[in-house]
């Protein structure tokens, strides 16, 4: 069964916090999202935060929970693609890595106009917290790069 939530977010500062309170409440509803609620939330605040960053327009917040697995995607207007882990900086940078030490697989899906970027979630593990969470952030050398592919060691 596939429940979904598309919100359309308004241009400005305030769109990630809105974004936080409309997932908080979505997710608190759903029985199978129960104590990773935190963690998703994180990754709406980071993918909507880009979103306003990156752009001057509106974005949409689109969380759909199928089977196992919540999938939260945010739909811009800018063709530019994320920066990955090897491309951080003084400008930014550090989100994918964020989003991929709490469990998120990311994929992202460019259209004419703009883009959409996705967070996959698996829901069975959202009854405990990513236990690699902590150490990812401490060790950021320690996350895949290129969406996936595997860093070369040290």
Not at 21 to 42: C, F, K
Not at 50 to 66: D, E, G, M, S, W
Not at 98 to 115: A, F, M, N, S
């Amino acid at each position: 069964m596939e429940r979904q939530l598309a919100v359309a977010l308004p241009y400005g500062p305030y769109a990630p916090h809105i974004a936080r309170h409309i997932a908080a409440q979505w997710l608190a509803d759903e029985a199978d999202v129960p104590s990773r609620r935190r963690d998703a939330v994180l990754i709406v605040s980071e993918l909507v935060t880009n979103a306003v960053r990156h752009t001057r327009q509106p974005c949409t917040l689109i969380l759909t929970l199928r089977g196992n697995e919540l999938d939260i995607a945010v739909a811009d207007h800018s063709e530019m693609l994320p920066d990955t882990p090897t491309t951080r900086g003084e400008h930014g940078g550090y989100g994918i890595a964020l989003i991929q030490g709490l469990g998120g697989r990311i994929k992202v899906v460019p259209e004419l106009g703009g883009k959409t970027v996705h967070a996959a979630l698996d829901v069975t593990s959202l009854n405990q917290p990513a236990a690699h969470a902590s150490r990812a952030c401490l060790n950021p050398g320690t996350f895949p790069r290129d969406y996936g592919k595997a860093a070369p060691p040290g």
